[in-house]
T-cell receptor, first 114, second 112 residues
Framework: KQEVTQIPAALSVPEGENLVLNCSFTDSAIYNLQWFRQDPGKGLTSLLLIQSSQREQTSGRLNASLDKSSGRSTLYIAASQPGDSATYLCAVPNSGGGADGLTFGKGTHLIIQP | DTAVSQTPKYLVTQMGNDKSIKCEQNLGHDTMYWYKQDSKKFLKIMFSYNNKELIINETVPNRFSPKSPDKAHLNLHINSLELGDSAVYFC???????????FGSGTRLTVV
């Protein structure tokens, strides 16, 4: 059964720093991998979706990489801002098509200090 | 304009009661889901429906019964509520293949 682990569980850094969030998964036969952001009391917002054939995806200051063979993904946040403070979740589909839902990591709680 | 909307946002009820949470999506997605986020913030799939048909039912007590009247709606009915059912329940939808995943804002259920 797929397991997703995120490290670190929490991170607090000063504004302006570049940072890396890590995600690992046990079953490398994934269809894609997604990074989500969750703000307190809110739902999840999809940040980046990387297909299994891709190595990375970029959106603004966010860059996500995927190494299927080693079962790892990283989310790189450049020039962090206080508005980036949130919980970041990594998720992979339970089956190829994704209709079986996603398996999530427990998230990285990120605080950017002004 | 809300893509995935679920109601109510908050629900406080006594043990033993029956309650329902409604979910609607206007994205034209074929697949809808219910997830549970526990007190430790761990998010876990409960049910998945594709075009009104149940695809997956994780190890969820049969007190939980999803109902999908059409592919834009997936409601969750819970019978005989227990203290351990207290959590945030999220509805979500996606396209075929799992892209375009969109979550509702959650329903915080508190059983007292």
């Amino acid at each position: 059964k797929q397991e997703v682990t995120q490290i670190p569980a929490a991170l607090s850094v000063p504004e302006g720093e570049n940072l890396v969030l890590n995600c690992s998964f046990t079953d490398s036969a994934i269809y894609n991998l997604q990074w989500f952001r969750q703000d307190p009391g809110k739902g999840l917002t999809s940040l980046l979706l990387i297909q299994s054939s891709q190595r990375e995806q970029t959106s603004g200051r966010l860059n996500a990489s995927l190494d299927k063979s080693s079962g790892r993904s990283t989310l790189y946040i450049a020039a962090s801002q206080p508005g980036d403070s949130a919980t970041y979740l990594c998720a992979v589909p339970n089956s190829g098509g994704g209709a079986d839902g996603l398996t999530f990591g427990k998230g990285t709680h990120l605080i950017i200090q002004p | 304009d809300t893509a995935v909307s679920q109601t109510p946002k908050y629900l406080v009820t006594q043990m033993g009661n029956d309650k329902s949470i409604k979910c609607e999506q206007n994205l034209g997605h074929d697949t809808m889901y219910w997830y549970k986020q526990d007190s430790k913030k761990f998010l876990k799939i409960m049910f998945s429906y594709n075009n009104k048909e149940l695809i997956i039912n994780e190890t969820v007590p049969n007190r939980f019964s999803p109902k999908s009247p059409d592919k834009a709606h997936l409601n969750l009915h819970i019978n005989s509520l227990e203290l351990g059912d207290s959590a945030v329940y999220f509805c979500a939808s996606s396209k075929q293949g799992g892209s375009g995943y969109t979550f509702g804002s959650g329903t915080r259920l508190t059983v007292v």
